[in-house]
């Protein structure tokens, strides 16, 4: 059974670009179905995205979903953005390997 670390899901983000598209798509599953349809965060619950980031990083998970990969600008905005949400990944990881 693998543990994972924050600093080794920010390693992950920063030097995988496989890991950001998971990362975009494992943040998503935790908004709710309203947040997502609206692309919005309207649910202060620790989970998911932020309100700043709630539009952009749900168009790149509806885009990730439907098939299609991110553009390279994308991919490096999705890249900034998902940082912040170390924690809540290093959670789901850990979570998913218990």
């Not at 890991?19 to 609206?38: D, P, R, S």
């Not at 995205?49 to 299609?68: E, M, T, V, Y």
């Amino acid at each position: 059974m693998t543990t994972y670390t924050k600093d080794q899901i920010k390693e992950m983000l920063a030097t995988r670009d496989i890991a950001v598209a998971k990362g975009v798509l494992a943040i998503y599953a935790y908004q709710t179905a309203v947040e997502q349809a609206a692309e919005s965060t309207n649910q202060d619950n620790g989970v998911g995205f932020n309100g700043a980031d709630a539009p952009i990083l749900s168009s790149f998970a509806k885009q990730l979903q439907a098939g299609r990969t991110l553009s390279v600008k994308q991919l490096a905005i999705a890249r900034r953005r998902i940082l912040k949400y170390a924690g809540q990944l290093c959670k789901i990881a850990n979570a998913k390997t218990a």
